[in-house]
């Protein structure tokens, strides 16, 4: 890998997977002692490494290649019957950039969608010190944006800016608007953002075939996999 020349990887033990039923997952991370760059950052990515805090990661499980990257070509992305529905629904959301710090009601926020969301998962119970562990970094360019209902902030989205697109680190929404698919519809706006600033693909982490939690991110066509090292579209690949 030329793009991490002289960096060290490490792989975990093995431990229960977050996806798959009665399997055990193996995560290769980047030597979390090496100085890293948004430069070597956006590299790794082109690799399927993602983010979490300042650390870099993939999965590297045995006998195993279930977890594939995935990415939309933001260009040529049409949105579906249900996804325009979404769309319209949220005309009325604004959403606001700020800076990538912390803020209190984001935070809170973030509770309330892990608890009410999440409180089987490796998140929970959340606190501050694992929000800001997971979120944020001392060398990503991450940006924050909000979406406000009114006076209410209902969601807020953090990502990351690649080199040719934008990184769909985290979402969290308020659970209560759930018949406005908050989920769905800030992907979409990630898309038509990452559509304006000019650059070409949003990454939406991993995606696994058999993984209920990840079956949305097939409803985003076309979707793109990384496979052997190669970018290719995953109805291909069906």
């Not at 929970?124 to 209902?149: I, R």
Request: proline residues 4%; neutral net charge; glycine residues 4%.
């Amino acid at each position: 890998m030329t793009a991490s020349s002289g960096l060290k990887f490490f792989s975990t033990p093995p431990h229960n997977c977050s996806y798959l039923d009665n399997q055990q997952a193996i995560t290769l991370f980047a030597d979390p002692e090496a100085t890293m760059t948004n430069m070597l950052y956006n590299q790794l990515s082109s690799y399927g490494f993602r983010r979490s805090g300042n650390y870099i990661y993939k999965p590297q499980c045995e006998n195993c290649e279930a977890c594939l990257s995935v990415r939309i070509p933001v260009n040529a992305f049409t949105m579906n019957r249900q996804q325009q529905r979404v769309w319209k629904k949220n005309q009325d959301i604004k959403v606001k950039r700020v800076a990538a710090t912390y803020y209190q009601q984001h935070y809170d926020l973030y509770v309330r969608y892990i608890r009410q969301r999440h409180a089987d998962g490796d998140m929970y119970p959340p606190s501050v010190a694992q929000y800001l562990s997971f979120l944020f970094s001392d060398w990503s360019d991450t940006q924050l944006y909000e979406f406000w209902l009114g006076e209410k902030l209902v969601a807020v989205a953090v990502c990351d800016v690649l080199k040719n697109g934008l990184s769909a680190v985290y979402t969290f929404y308020d659970a209560q608007f759930e018949q406005r698919s908050l989920g769905t519809f800030a992907i979409l706006w990630e898309i038509f953002c990452t559509q304006k600033i000019g650059l070409d693909y949003l990454y939406l982490g991993y995606w696994v075939k058999n993984s209920p939690k990840m079956a949305y991110k097939r409803n985003f066509s076309p979707l793109e996999i990384l496979l052997e090292q190669q970018w290719r579209p995953l109805a291909d690949e069906q």
